[in-house]
């Protein structure tokens, strides 16, 4: 089907999905039921069998869903086969835990560089990905489409001018700033306060049954 008329919050779930069947897939399975499924990625399954019956994926009864067909849709439609090169701008405590984390578990994203100010920091390399100054960023940057921001708010806005003059087109935003950007970027702002904050008034209003 039309990957685009997938529902976002659906689109959101299949990397979970993905690296799940892939596992299983290395373990040599080729079926899974939707309570599997369901206890692994902690989504309820009436909600894993509405999302998969977006992409023609009806699970049969005492069967369940074949995994190769599933894995088969998510890289499509997650391009995992195609490598997705990312930046990342400010290497200070968030920024150097990503760099060390740098999605190992994700093959299809990539941190291939970052930038910082930082004298200290500038020419070296964490988890093999360099380090250069944001001055060098119009030199560097090279094509790179995607950028994670992890520098102050107060910066935000100056640099995300000028990744968009280099034609970025998508940035996970996690400083406070609300930066602004031309209708055709798109960015995902991360507010782990805010998440948080979520989690707990869904725990105080909405507690979940043991037995659930
Ligand atoms: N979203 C969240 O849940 C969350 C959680 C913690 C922090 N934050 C935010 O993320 C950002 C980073 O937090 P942190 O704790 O890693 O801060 P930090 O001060 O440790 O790191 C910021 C880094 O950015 C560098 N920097 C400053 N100006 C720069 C520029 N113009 N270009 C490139 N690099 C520059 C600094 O040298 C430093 O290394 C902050 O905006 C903070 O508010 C968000």
């Avoid at 939707?34 to 692994?40: G, H, M, P, V, Y």
Wanted: hydrophobic content about 40%; overall charge negative; proline content about 4%.
């Amino acid at each position: 089907m039309d990957q685009n008329k997938i529902p976002q919050a659906t689109a959101k779930r299949l990397p979970l999905y993905y690296r799940f069947l892939n596992n299983l897939q290395h373990q040599g399975k080729t079926r899974v039921s939707s309570k599997e499924l369901s206890d692994a990625v902690k989504v309820d399954s009436a909600t894993i069998r509405r999302d998969f019956s977006y992409f023609g994926a009806l699970g049969k009864k005492g069967y369940g869903y074949n995994v190769e067909y599933l894995l088969g849709f998510f890289r499509k439609t997650l391009d995992q086969d195609e490598l997705t090169e990312v930046a990342l701008i400010g290497v200070g405590n968030l920024g150097t835990a990503f760099l060390h984390y740098n999605f190992v578990k994700n093959n299809n994203t990539k941190i291939m560089m970052a930038f910082d100010t930082d004298p200290d920091k500038i020419g070296t390399e964490i988890g093999g990905v360099p380090i250069y100054h944001i001055d060098e960023l119009e030199e560097k940057i090279n094509g790179v489409k995607v950028a994670i921001l992890t520098i102050p708010a107060s910066e935000a806005d100056s640099v995300t001018e000028r990744l968009v003059s280099e034609g970025i087109t998508g940035i996970l935003n996690f400083t406070p700033a609300r930066i602004t950007v031309p209708d055709h970027i798109r960015v995902h702002h991360i507010d782990l306060a805010v998440e948080l904050q979520a989690l707990v008034y869904f725990l105080k209003h909405y507690p979940l049954d043991k037995n659930d």
